[in-house]
């Protein structure tokens, strides 16, 4: 099975500071990678995903993530933080084929200082 | 429904009471998985539905939790004889594979107290 790992479990960044939350995957063969949100007191959401093609994704909200093969990293970046992107954010992912289940990273906390 | 429902979105019981969950998944949506979100913890897998596969039950913590699928749609998590430790959010999430390549649905989940 896939595994994702989230490298930091909790980032304190300032307000138009950028960011990057780091993820790692297990597989160098074909994968689907996600980055969902969580903002407090709510159910996740996908905020984008890395299908084929281009590596560089864009999602809601002016994030965006790059797969890196060679790296095996999925990182999601902004570059100018808003209070209002506080929550939390997991990394997950599956391999193609198959009925394989997907599986998420232990999640990072992003906290924006004002 | 247009999304994943949830209910009850909050249960209280008591220590030792059995309790079930049920989750609505979006219609025609062939994959389910149920999570469990502890205070301040991630994601923690409890178990995936697939079509008419065998569920993958790896991620239960114990012979008292199970969970069923009728039908390919509707699913119910049981818990049984409940513990303190079993007081958590259950998130449920529902995909359609070969379409949208696995993109999760999640409800809004059920915040279960167990006193």
């Known amino acids: 099975a896939q595994s994702v790992t989230q490298l930091d479990s909790q980032v304190p960044v300032f307000e138009e500071a950028p960011v990057e939350l780091r993820c790692n995957y297990s597989?160098?063969?074909?994968?689907?990678l996600f980055w969902y949100v969580q903002y407090p007191n709510q159910g996740l959401q996908l905020l984008l995903k890395?299908?084929?093609?281009?590596?560089l994704v864009k999602g809601i909200n002016g994030f965006e993530a790059e797969f890196n093969k060679s790296q095996t990293s999925f990182h999601l970046r902004k570059p100018s933080v808003h209070i209002s992107d506080t929550a939390e954010y997991f990394c997950?992912?599956?391999?193609?084929?198959?009925?394989?289940?997907?599986?998420f990273g232990t999640g990072t906390k992003l906290q924006v200082i004002p | 429904g247009a999304g994943v429902s949830q209910s009850p979105s909050n249960k209280v019981t008591e220590k030792g009471k059995d309790v079930e969950l049920r989750c609505d998944p979006i219609?025609?949506?062939?994959?389910l998985y149920w999570y469990r979100q502890s205070l301040g913890q991630g994601l923690e897998f409890l178990i995936y539905?697939?079509?008419?596969?065998?569920?993958?039950k790896s991620g239960l913590p114990s012979d008292r939790f199970s969970a069923e699928r009728t039908g390919g749609s509707v699913s119910t998590l049981t818990i049984q004889r409940t513990q303190q430790e079993d007081s958590a959010v259950y998130l449920c999430?529902?995909?359609?594979?070969?379409?949208?390549?696995?993109?999760?649905?999640f409800g809004e989940g059920s915040r279960l107290t167990v006193l």
């Open positions: 539905f697939q079509g008419n596969s065998a569920p993958d």
């Open positions: 890395y299908l084929s093609g281009s590596t």
């Open positions: 219609s025609g949506h062939t994959a």
């Open positions: 597989s160098s063969v074909s994968v689907y």
């Open positions: 999430a529902s995909s359609l594979r070969g379409q949208n390549t696995g993109e999760l649905f």
């Open positions: 997950a992912g599956y391999r193609s084929g198959g009925y394989q289940k997907v599986t």
